[in-house]
Structures are given as C-alpha cells and as structure tokens.
C-alpha cells in the first residue's frame, strides 16, 4: 500500500462577493436601477499559488492571521471546496474534522450516527458495536449517546465528533481549531489520543490559535499570510518568527 500523502500545487481560490441586494419591482420597472453604473460584486482571492508537498508521516501545524486562508486550505485539501486553478492529490483515506457535528444527522442519537459513520467506512457490525462502546468510554457521554445530538451542547457535539473521527485511524487527519471551546480534562484526553496517531506516523495536518499544541505536536509549520505561504519550516525555525510578527 502506497504512503499517505498530500501534494497542493499552485492552488488559487476565487470567491466572489456581492455587494448591494436586487432591485426592486419598481426600480426594475422604471429603468432606475443601472447595474452598468454600480458595482455588483467583487472577487476575492482567498488562496494564492499555494504550493505544499506533506509526506507521510509528518505532523503540519498551519498558523495565521483571521482570514489569512488557513480553514480555506484545509478545506481544499479535504476536498470540500474546489480550487479555481491549481490541483490537490491525496494518497490515503482522510477524515477532515472541520465543523463541530459535520455529517450528524440532527434528528439520530449519537449512538445511531456512529452507527451511520462506521458503515460509511465500510466497517463490519460487530466492529461498530465495539467502536461504540470505546468512543462511549472515551467521551463520557453515558446515557446521552442515545439522546438524538440536537439537544447535545457544543462540548458534547465536540467530544463526540472528534471521538468518531479519531476511532476509525484514517491515515490523514485534518484539525481545525478542535480544542477550542473544549475542558482541561477533554483537551487531555484528545491530545493524548492524537499521540496515538503520531505514534502511527500518521499525517496530521492541524490549524490552531493555541500555539503550545502547535509546539507539542508539530516538526514543521506552515505561516499563511493573505492566502499565501508566507513561511514553510521547521517549527523551531517559523513559530518563534511568528510569535514575534504577532506580538507574542
């Protein structure tokens, strides 16, 4: 089986923004409405010739200011959003665990939405039940792994999700800002269970605001700044630098 692996090369991302809301019956009706005289949208260039290669495994920590296109390049690679230029290759199954609850059907338990998740994965029932019963273990959900997840808080939604994310060991994981909002007790045991992955050399690619897991789990970081790479290194090297650039 060939090695994971991500390969991003001179990837761009257009998104287009609308400035101003149609015109009205009336303004359509007596011609007032010019839209050649009005700007009706501008593009926005949210990834700019983007260029990465991430071998197996490595450990990715990707840093930035807000909108500097960290969460748009995570979703690019996960396939979600498709560039405007460049391409993405992937090798090996990847399980990006961007949005609390992405992929829960609200109206299920959680017990029945792990159902549902382990069969998307093609695993077998008996295999299920016990992937189950250790994320039951592993959350501490208790009795509300069978309360439909529209009446779990965000801290149940975050436990669950990165449990059933993280029980099926895909070989790329992608992390986006899952610690935040998340106990002392629960922050430990997700790091200790992302130990487990970079134990198994797994890729983990990871945005974070917390720069302490980016130090404790990370050998090289990628600085996006305006949708491009600003800085790609060591750790050592291009945290500090941004430490420094930010103030901190």
């Given at each position: 089986?060939?090695?994971?692996?991500?390969?991003?090369?001179?990837?761009?991302?257009?998104?287009?923004?609308?400035?101003?809301?149609?015109?009205?019956?009336?303004?359509?009706?007596?011609?007032?409405?010019?839209?050649?005289?009005?700007?009706?949208?501008?593009?926005?260039?949210?990834?700019?010739?983007?260029?990465?290669?991430?071998?197996?495994?490595?450990?990715?920590?990707?840093?930035?200011?807000?909108?500097?296109?960290?969460?748009?390049?995570?979703?690019?690679?996960?396939?979600?959003?498709?560039?405007?230029?460049?391409?993405?290759?992937?090798?090996?199954?990847?399980?990006?665990?961007?949005?609390?609850?992405?992929?829960?059907?609200?109206?299920?338990?959680?017990?029945?939405?792990?159902?549902?998740?382990?069969?998307?994965?093609g695993l077998h029932r008996h295999?299920?039940?016990?992937?189950?019963?250790?994320?039951?273990?592993?959350?501490?959900?208790?009795?509300?792994?069978?309360?439909?997840?529209?009446?779990?808080?965000?801290?149940?939604?975050?436990?669950?999700?990165?449990?059933?994310?993280?029980?099926?060991?895909?070989?790329?994981?992608?992390?986006?800002?899952?610690?935040?909002?998340?106990?002392?007790?629960?922050?430990?045991?997700?790091?200790?269970?992302?130990?487990?992955?970079?134990?198994?050399?797994?890729?983990?690619?990871?945005?974070?605001?917390?720069?302490?897991?980016?130090?404790?789990?990370?050998?090289?970081?990628?600085?996006?700044?305006?949708?491009?790479?600003?800085?790609?290194?060591?750790?050592?090297?291009?945290?500090?630098?941004?430490?420094?650039?930010?103030?901190?």
């Amino acid at each position: 089986m060939a090695e994971s692996e991500i390969i991003v090369e001179q990837v761009s991302l257009h998104f287009r923004l609308y400035h101003e809301k149609g015109a009205d019956l009336k303004q359509a009706i007596t011609g007032l409405f010019k839209r050649k005289h009005r700007e009706s949208h501008s593009d926005f260039l949210a990834l700019n010739a983007v260029d990465l290669r991430i071998v197996h495994g490595e450990r990715i920590g990707i840093v930035g200011h807000n909108g500097a296109g960290k969460s748009t390049l995570l979703k690019v690679i996960s396939g979600i959003y498709t560039p405007t230029t460049g391409s993405v290759r992937t090798v090996g199954r990847i399980c990006p665990l961007l949005e609390i609850g992405t992929g829960f059907h609200h109206e299920l338990s959680g017990r029945e939405n792990l159902y549902l998740h382990g069969a998307i994965y093609g695993l077998h029932r008996h295999e299920i039940v016990e992937l189950v019963d250790e994320i039951v273990a592993f959350t501490g959900l208790g009795e509300f792994i069978d309360t439909p997840v529209k009446y779990y808080s965000t801290g149940m939604y975050m436990r669950l999700a990165f449990a059933a994310a993280t029980a099926v060991k895909p070989e790329i994981l992608i992390l986006d800002e899952m610690f935040a909002g998340g106990d002392a007790e629960f922050i430990g045991k997700a790091t200790r269970r992302m130990q487990e992955f970079l134990d198994a050399a797994s890729i983990i690619v990871f945005v974070s605001h917390q720069l302490e897991l980016i130090e404790r789990f990370c050998q090289r970081v990628v600085w996006m700044d305006h949708g491009r790479v600003r800085e790609d290194g060591p750790m050592a090297e291009v945290l500090p630098r941004y430490r420094a650039a930010m103030g901190g």
